[in-house]
């Protein structure tokens, strides 16, 4: 499951105003149910950068629980 949620997780980066950036990773360009975004951040860049971190662990998560589930 985890490898066909690697191809349909993305990330958007929003500009909220005032030079404010958030995250938050999607699905199929929808928020997951349980929303998983993050911000403010001073920059598109820095924004871009932690949520590629935070769904990275997220994916390296649902890996390891699906091993633990097999």
Do not use: Y
Request: glycine fraction near 8%; include cysteine.
């Amino acid at each position: 499951m985890a490898a066909l949620l690697r191809d349909e997780l993305h990330l958007v980066v929003t500009e909220c105003g005032n030079g404010i950036w958030e995250w938050e990773i999607c699905r199929k360009g929808e928020p997951l149910p349980a929303r998983m975004r993050d911000g403010p951040f001073g920059s598109e860049e820095v924004a871009l950068a932690a949520g590629k971190i935070a769904l990275r662990e997220f994916l390296e998560l649902l890996e390891s629980e699906q091993e633990r589930d097999d």
